[in-house]
């Protein structure tokens, strides 16, 4: 799977859902995206991590596809634009970082939405195109989520994809430049209820090739 490559053709979704695609970034989503997150400043500011001052820099955005890119061969983090496949616009983000293997085997998911495409149930169906990908393409046991107690948005997102609430963490992650409590979720690959359930949203999942960091 190549992050910087000259066109990002349709075909190269990775995993479909009802209406969107997942791909990795490339750089001639540069443009498109710098518009999607200035647009969204005010709608994705209080529930992320605080933006750096060279956020739209293309020379920012080319080593943000080399951290990816490193991220992916060292598996230790899985990152992807979301589409819509109905005209290929580019609508936000989801990923699955901090990739664990031996006894573990989990991943901790995230995603963004720009704020034109809110409301449309995009990420829900992004999440259930990622989900397979995680237990089939991945072979992960585990998907953990965090999500800020009043993003109401992000939680029924994460129920409705079958991620149980599990714990409460204090002062979990530092968003927007304070140290913020977070609800902790998890999806569990080997129960029925989730994995089969959450599967069946998802038209198409393509596996990527495995390293020897990955479980047989």
Same mark, same amino acid.
């Given at each position: 799977?190549?992050?910087?490559?000259?066109?990002?053709?349709?075909?190269?979704?990775?995993?479909? %859902?009802?209406?969107?695609?997942?791909?990795?970034? =490339?750089?001639?989503?540069?443009?498109?995206?710098? +518009?999607?997150?200035?647009?969204?400043?005010?709608?994705?500011?209080?529930?992320?991590?605080?933006?750096?001052?060279?956020?739209?820099?293309?020379?920012?955005?080319?080593?943000?596809?080399?951290?990816? +890119?490193?991220? +992916?061969?060292?598996?230790?983090?899985?990152?992807?634009?979301?589409?819509?496949?109905?005209?290929?616009?580019?609508?936000?983000?989801?990923?699955?970082?901090?990739?664990?293997?031996?006894?573990?085997?989990?991943? +901790?998911?995230?995603?963004?939405? %720009?704020?034109?495409?809110?409301?449309?149930?995009?990420?829900?169906?992004?999440?259930?195109?990622?989900?397979?990908?995680?237990?089939?393409?991945?072979?992960?046991?585990?998907?953990?989520?965090?999500?800020?107690?009043?993003?109401?948005?992000?939680?029924?997102?994460?129920?409705?994809?079958?991620?149980?609430?599990? %714990?409460?963490?204090?002062?979990?992650?530092?968003?927007?430049?304070?140290?913020?409590?977070?609800?902790?979720? =998890?999806?569990?690959?080997?129960?029925?209820?989730?994995?089969?359930?959450?599967?069946?949203?998802?038209?198409?999942?393509?596996?990527?090739?495995?390293?020897?960091?990955?479980?047989?």
């Amino acid at each position: 799977m190549a992050f910087l490559r000259s066109s990002a053709p349709s075909d190269s979704f990775l995993a479909k %859902g009802t209406a969107v695609g997942l791909r990795p970034l =490339a750089m001639p989503d540069f443009a498109d995206w710098t +518009q999607l997150r200035k647009a969204s400043r005010n709608h994705l500011t209080p529930w992320e991590p605080q933006w750096s001052t060279d956020e739209f820099d293309r020379s920012a955005f080319r080593r943000r596809l080399r951290h990816y +890119q490193h991220e +992916q061969r060292e598996d230790l983090g899985y990152a992807f634009a979301i589409f819509t496949l109905a005209d290929e616009t580019l609508i936000g983000g989801i990923s699955l970082s901090n990739v664990r293997r031996g006894v573990t085997q989990s991943a +901790q998911l995230g995603y963004w939405l %720009g704020a034109p495409h809110v409301g449309q149930g995009h990420m829900r169906d992004a999440v259930s195109a990622i989900v397979p990908f995680a237990f089939f393409g991945l072979r992960l046991h585990r998907v953990e989520a965090a999500t800020l107690p009043d993003n109401t948005a992000s939680i029924h997102v994460l129920e409705r994809n079958g991620f149980l609430r599990e %714990g409460f963490a204090r002062r979990y992650l530092k968003i927007n430049g304070a140290w913020r409590d977070h609800i902790l979720f =998890a999806l569990i690959g080997d129960e029925d209820r989730t994995v089969a359930q959450v599967a069946t949203g998802s038209r198409s999942t393509t596996p990527i090739p495995r390293n020897d960091r990955q479980a047989p």
